[in-house]
């Protein structure tokens, strides 16, 4: 696990950070930004949080644990994917992070930060895919504003 590789973006928002908040604890949105991935948690700081589905065929089971929960402010979480390669053990575990800063009461921006990859490649993946992520993100919150 190399801890210097971090795929990270952020993106302004026209919603209220509660509705981005939903966007991103929400299980059923969650698979709408997440490629149909299905998160299960209840979000407790140190309780875990699992991610399944299929991608290219191949069924996956990712997970980790709630590190940080600030209701409309920040979320992180511990995590590990089988497609790393790694062994599943703490020290090969990324933080992702994310979080919400409020301008005003219709304006925000989210940001998405994941500090850890196995490779060059792991990290460079993620960040091309994080662009789709966080225009969807931006596409539900907006379109809850509505």
């Known amino acids: 696990m190399d801890r210097s590789l971090i795929a990270s973006g952020s993106i302004h928002i026209n919603s209220t950070s509660e509705r981005i908040w939903d966007v991103l604890t929400n299980p059923e949105k969650i698979k709408t930004y997440l490629f149909g991935t299905e998160v299960k948690t209840d979000w407790k700081k140190g309780n875990p949080i699992t991610f399944s589905g299929e991608y290219n065929g191949h069924t996956y089971e990712d997970k980790g644990n709630v590190v940080e929960h600030i209701p409309n402010e ?73």
Do not use: R
């Open 74 to 146: 920040s979320l992180s979480y511990s995590y590990w994917s089988g497609f790393s390669g790694l062994e599943d053990k703490p020290e090969n575990y990324s933080l992702v992070s994310l979080s919400i800063t409020k301008f005003d009461n219709n304006t925000c921006e989210f940001t998405w930060h994941q500090q850890g990859f196995a490779s060059q490649e792991g990290q460079s993946h993620t960040q091309e895919g994080l662009k789709t992520i966080l225009e969807q993100i931006k596409n539900l919150a907006e379109e809850e504003s509505m």
